[in-house]
């Protein structure tokens, strides 16, 4: 079974307004770690966010937030307020902390900024 | 500060060479690790390095890769017999340590194989 799932290959959303990158995961390990990360066209993998398999509260960066349903194995990305510059690839990841150090990356999404 | 480095950006070589990636993480980050991204996809896990010791090479596809890390900073990832299927972008990150949990990645080697 694949570890990460990002079902929307592509996703396009109007400048200014709000869009929702899904995620799933696949894990037994009780302790992980959920990242976000961009990619733009340039190739560099940007860290956006973090979210602790034991943290009570939504992790949030500035426009991102971090929609945490455990019981859903969901780590959905929310982006508010978009800008041009968030056309990128959106890749979710997961750490197993009691497994050992790999990450798993899903498939990535491609964000277009429409203005 | 710089950030992390890799050379060369972009190596093309013929099937059956012998390849050298370098990295060169942020100074001070004990944590460093390869992938390999293939077009389309997401970056696929290779190996960790904490310090000199590499504590998980699972990612490896075979006894073709291997990557060093001998004083715990410059790593380098040598790929032996090169196949065309080895063509991708190789990225490779640095973090503080064990438990930090932002990586900082490179730009990449993209690595052609004829």
Redesign the interface.
């Known amino acids: 079974a694949q570890k990460?799932t990002q079902t929307q290959p592509g996703m396009f959303v109007q400048e200014k307004e709000a869009v929702t990158l899904d995620c799933t995961y696949d894990t037994s390990d009780p302790s992980y770690?959920l990242?976000w990360?961009k990619q733009p066209s340039?190739?560099?993998?940007?860290?956006l966010i973090?979210q602790?398999s034991y943290d009570q509260q939504n992790a949030t960066e500035g426009r991102y937030s971090l929609n945490f349903q455990k019981a859903r194995k969901s780590a959905n990305l929310v982006i508010s307020a978009s800008q041009l510059g968030d056309s990128a690839m959106y890749?979710c990841?997961m750490?197993e902390y009691g497994t050992?150090?790999?990450?798993?990356?899903?498939?990535?999404t491609s964000l277009t900024v429409i203005p | 500060g710089a950030g992390v480095s890799q050379t060369p950006s972009n190596k093309v070589t013929e099937k059956g060479k012998y390849v050298e990636l370098r990295c060169d993480p942020i100074s001070g980050h004990t944590a460093l690790y390869w992938y390999r991204q293939s077009l389309g996809q997401g970056p696929e896990f290779l190996i960790y390095f904490q310090g000199t010791g590499a504590a998980d090479d699972s990612g490896l596809p075979n006894d073709r890769f291997f990557a060093v890390r001998p004083e715990g900073s410059v790593s380098t990832l040598k790929i032996q017999r090169t196949e065309r299927g080895d063509s991708a972008v190789y990225l490779c990150a640095s973090s503080r340590g064990q438990g930090g949990n932002e990586q900082f990645f490179g730009p990449g080697t993209r690595l052609t194989v004829l």
Not at chain 1, 42 to 47: A, D, K, L, V
Not at chain 1, 100 to 108: A, C, E, I, R
């Open positions: 990460i770690g990242f990360y340039s190739g560099e993998m940007i860290f973090y602790g890749f990841a750490r050992g150090n790999q990450f798993y990356f899903g498939t990535g």
